[in-house]
C-alpha cells in the first residue's frame, strides 16, 4: 500500500508546525508577562493608595493630640474650674468617634480625667474607676516628652486594670505633655487611638482587570518581628501577645521573601499557591514644629489567591492550546500546499497571515482589513473600554494641488509611521480613504483615551522631510467609545462628527465622546 504521507510531505509539516510552535510560544509568553506585570501594577498602586491613607491618618491623629493639649492648657490658663475640663474632653470624644479613652494624668501617672468611649457612647469616669498608670511603659516613656515632643506607644492590644480587654481593642496610646504658664509641667494628656480604624476600610479596590478585586480585608500589616497586626483570619493576628497566636508568622510562612522586605519597593515571591507580596511602610513623622521619634508601623502584605492566580492564566492557557491546535492544522494544510505548487504555498501564507489586507501604501490595514480584525481584537480585550478614533489631515487637497500626489504621498507615508509610533502595540491603526484615518482603541480607562489623543495630535505637527522639503500637517480627530451591542459603522460616524466638529471650530485638536476638552493653556 502506498503511503499515505511523503517524506517531503512530513518534512513540509515539521518545518512549518515547529515554526508556528514557536510563534505560538512567544505569544503565550509574552501574554504571560502582560498578566504579571498587570498584577504587580495593581498591588503596587493598592500598596501606595494604603500608605497615603496611613500617612493622611497619622497626621489627622497628631492634630487631635495638639488641640487636645492646647485646649488642655487654654482652660486652665483661664482658670476654668478643674471639674469642668472632663465636659470639653466628653465633647471631644462625641465628636471625634475615634478614640477609646481620652485621659489627663497628673505628673504622678494618676488618672484625673478619663473619657470612656463604649460601643459608640462617650462616659466621663469618676471615683474608685480612675487608675494610677505610673508603672505603665507608656507613662513612664512620655516623663521624658519635651514640650513640642509627640509620643506614640507601639500597636498593641488594650489592658484594663491587668487584664487583656476583650474583644480584641488594637491600640496606639499617644501623648504629650501638659505645662503651665511658666513652662513647668502640670501633666500629660493621652489619647488611646482605636487602631482598627486605621487598619480597616468600609471601600474596595478594583484593579482594572475584570477579573481582579482586592479588598482591604485582604491585606494583611506585619510588624518588624513578622507577626500579623491585620489578616483576614482573625486566629492569624497579635501572635507575639497571645501565647496560642505565636505560630501564625509571616517571617516563618515565606522566610524567602522575608529576606528581601528592606529593599525600599514592593518585594514579589511567586509560591505554590500563587503571589505574594510585601512592602516596607515609610517611617510616620508629625510636621514641624511637633518632634517624635520615626514612627514603625511595620509591612503591607498581599497575597493572590491559587483559585484567582490560574483565573487569569485560563485564557492565556485557552489560547495557546487553540494556537496549537491551529498550529498542527496549518502545518498540515501548508505541507499539502507546499508539495504541490507556488501557489498554492502563496495561498498558505494569506492563510496562516489571516488573509490580512494592507493599504499598499502606508502598510496599515484597509478598510476591510480593519473591518475584518475589528471583532477579534475587540474580543479580545477586557480590560478597560475600547474607542475608535476618526482623524485625516488638515487641508491635504491643498499639499496635492501644490506639490502634486508623489509629495501627498510621502506624507501619508509619515502619517502611517507616525500613528503607529504614536499608538500601543495593542490598538488597531488603518488608512480607510484618501487622507482618512481608523484607529481601534484598546484603553484601561475612558479618561486614557484623552492621553493618546493629546499625544497624537502634538506629534503629527513636527515637520515632515519630503523631497521638496519640510511640509508642516496637522490633523483633527474625533473619538467615540464603543457601547454593547453597537456597530462599527455606528460608532465610527459618531468619530467623524466629532472630527468635522473639530474642523469647523479651529482644525488640530481633538474632540472625545463624553469628556470635556482640556483647558486653553
Known amino acids: 500500500m502506498k503511503n499515505r504521507f511523503s517524506k517531503q510531505f512530513i518534512r513540509y ?14 505569544r503565550y509568553q509574552r501574554g504571560s508577562n502582560v498578566i504579571v506585570d498587570h498584577i504587580n501594577d495593581d498591588v503596587e498602586d493598592y500598596f501606595r493608595l494604603l500608605e497615603n491613607r496611613m500617612i493622611s491618618t497619622y497626621e489627622d491623629r497628631i492634630r487631635d493630640l495638639v488641640y ?8 486652665l490658663a483661664d482658670d476654668v474650674s478643674f471639674n469642668q475640663i472632663p465636659s470639653f474632653y466628653y465633647e471631644l470624644s462625641k465628636t471625634l468617634g475615634l478614640y477609646d479613652q481620652i485621659r489627663y494624668l497628673d505628673l504622678h501617672g494618676q488618672e484625673q480625667i478619663r473619657i470612656n468611649y463604649d460601643e459608640g457612647h462617650p462616659r466621663i469616669v469618676t471615683g474608685d474607676e480612675l487608675q494610677n498608670k505610673s508603672e505603665c511603659y507608656y507613662f513612664m516613656e512620655m516623663t521624658q516628652l519635651g514640650q513640642d515632643e509627640v509620643y506614640l506607644s507601639p500597636l498593641d492590644l488594650n489592658i484594663e486594670n491587668g487584664k487583656l480587654e476583650w474583644p480584641l481593642k488594637p491600640m496606639i496610646r499617644m501623648g504629650m505633655r501638659v505645662q503651665n504658664e511658666q513652662g513647668s509641667p502640670i501633666g500629660f494628656v493621652v489619647l488611646n487611638y482605636l487602631a482598627s480604624n486605621w487598619m480597616q476600610a468600609d471601600t474596595k479596590y478594583f484593579s482594572s482587570s475584570q477579573e481582579h478585586m482586592i479588598d482591604f480585608q485582604a491585606l494583611m500589616i506585619v510588624n518588624e518581628d513578622g507577626y500579623y497586626l491585620q489578616h483576614e483570619k482573625e486566629e492569624f493576628k497579635w501572635g507575639f501577645i497571645l501565647p496560642d497566636r505565636s505560630g501564625a508568622n509571616f517571617a516563618q510562612e515565606f522566610p524567602a521573601i522575608w529576606e528581601q522586605r528592606d529593599q525600599g ?16 511602610i515609610t517611617a510616620l513623622r508629625p510636621e514641624p514644629p511637633y518632634q ?9 502584605s498581599y497575597s493572590v489567591s491559587e483559585d484567582l492566580y490560574r483565573a487569569y492564566f485560563a485564557s492565556i492557557k485557552q489560547e495557546w492550546a487553540i494556537m496549537i491546535s491551529l498550529s498542527i492544522f496549518f502545518a ?44 477579534s481584537e475587540a474580543k479580545r480585550w477586557n480590560d478597560g473600554v475600547l474607542a475608535i478614533g476618526y482623524f485625516d489631515i488638515d487641508d491635504f487637497k491643498a499639499i496635492n494641488d501644490r506639490y502634486g500626489h508623489a509629495v501627498g504621498d510621502e506624507v501619508l507615508i509619515e502619517m502611517g509611521n507616525r500613528l503607529q509610533e504614536v499608538l500601543r502595540e495593542r490598538d488597531l491603526p488603518a488608512r480607510i480613504h484618501g487622507d482618512e484615518f481608523n484607529i ?44 454593547p451591542g453597537e456597530s462599527f459603522e455606528e460608532v465610527a460616524e459618531r468619530a467623524d462628527r466629532l472630527m468635522y466638529k473639530v474642523k469647523r471650530s479651529g482644525k488640530s485638536d481633538y474632540l472625545i465622546e463624553g469628556l470635556a476638552p482640556e483647558p486653553e493653556k
Do not use: C, W
Not at 68 to 75: F, I
Not at 292 to 300: D, R, V, W
Not at 360 to 370: A, C, I, Q, R, Y
Open 265 to 280: 519597593s514592593v518585594v514579589r515571591e511567586e509560591v505554590n499557591h500563587g503571589l505574594v507580596y510585601i512592602k516596607k
Open 68 to 75: 487636645t493639649r492646647e485646649l488642655t492648657e487654654t482652660l
Open 13 to 26: 509539516f515539521l518545518l512549518i508546525f515547529m515554526m508556528l510552535f514557536f510563534l505560538s510560544g512567544i
Open 440 to 483: 481601534l482603541l484598546k484603553l484601561r480607562k475612558e479618561i486614557d483615551a484623552m492621553v493618546v489623543a493629546r499625544r497624537l495630535i502634538n506629534r503629527m505637527k513636527d515637520p515632515i522631510e519630503t523631497s521638496v522639503g519640510e511640509i508642516f500637517v496637522t490633523v483633527s480627530l474625533g473619538i467615540a467609545f464603543i457601547r
Open 292 to 300: 517624635a521619634e520615626p514612627y514603625e508601623l511595620g509591612y503591607l
Open 332 to 375: 498540515l494544510l501548508g505541507a499539502y500546499f507546499l508539495e504541490n505548487s507556488v501557489k498554492s504555498r502563496r495561498e498558505l501564507m494569506d492563510t496562516l497571515h489571516h488573509q490580512a489586507n494592507r493599504d499598499e501604501l502606508t502598510g496599515l490595514f484597509n478598510k476591510s482589513g480593519f473591518l475584518m480584525m475589528m471583532p
